[in-house]
């Protein structure tokens, strides 16, 4: 019955090494977000698909790369991971661009 | 640029007492919403104000908008222990579809 679900829930891996997170929404949301929340708790928009198409991609390295399959899922894939990545990152969906979003639990990243 | 900013940063009460959360923002708004966060949880949509109303109520949350000073608040009424959590404000900016969301208010809420 979870909304948004988004797995693992804990992602712990070396520098360097590849990674994805997964994300579902099961709301028929159209919308789809990914967002990097700091040690400092300050939550930032990185990437935003609205039927799978690509909307929003904000200044991010290019080794992040997102991917949505269908318009239920939103997945980010990490390259080349780097200490700084080490963050919680969130999914989210909306019905629309001012509507409220729905978010998953995070997935809490460390690169050891 | 950061959209919104919130004061206080922390606030520490007694169950039963009232907490006010203050948010300000930077540019036109046709909305603003209200998210709390729990420790280790993703955020929560509270309430949704538009730009053309002034008050509104949810149960024991009141929040009020003032476009003219670009300010809003949100008050919590007959706090408990399990509104203890981080709450953010949060704007779409400008003609983006970006929800921008501010620096967050930490509250605690003491038994």
């Known amino acids: 019955d979870t909304a948004v679900s988004q797995t693992p829930k804990y992602l712990v891996t070396q520098m360097g090494n590849d990674k994805s997170i997964k994300c579902e929404q099961n709301l028929g949301h159209d919308t789809m977000y990914w967002y990097k929340q700091d040690s400092k708790k300050f939550l930032k928009i990185m990437f935003s698909y609205n039927n799978k198409e690509l909307i929003i991609n904000e200044t991010v390295p290019n080794r992040f790369s997102p991917k949505s399959p269908d318009k239920a899922h939103l997945n980010l894939h990490i390259n080349s991971l780097e200490l700084g990545d080490s963050a919680v990152y969130f999914c989210?969906?909306?019905?629309?661009?001012?509507?409220?979003?729905?978010f998953g639990d995070g997935t809490r990243l460390s690169i050891l | 640029s950061q959209q919104g900013e919130e004061d206080p940063q922390a606030l520490s009460i007694q169950e039963g007492e009232n907490a006010t959360m203050n948010c300000s923002y930077k540019t036109s708004i046709n909305n603003l919403q209200w998210y709390r966060q729990n420790s280790g949880r993703g955020l929560v949509h509270l309430i949704l104000i538009r730009s053309n109303e002034r008050e509104k109520h949810s149960g024991r949350l009141r929040v009020t908008l003032d476009t003219s000073k670009k300010s809003s608040s949100l008050l919590i009424t007959a706090s408990r222990a399990a509104d203890t959590a981080s709450y953010f404000c949060?704007?779409?900016?400008?003609?983006?579809?970006?929800?921008?969301f501010g620096t967050g208010t930490r509250l605690q809420v003491f038994p």
């Open positions: 949060a704007t779409v900016l400008g003609n983006t579809d970006k929800l921008i």
């Open positions: 989210a969906s909306s019905q629309g661009r001012e509507e409220p979003q729905h």
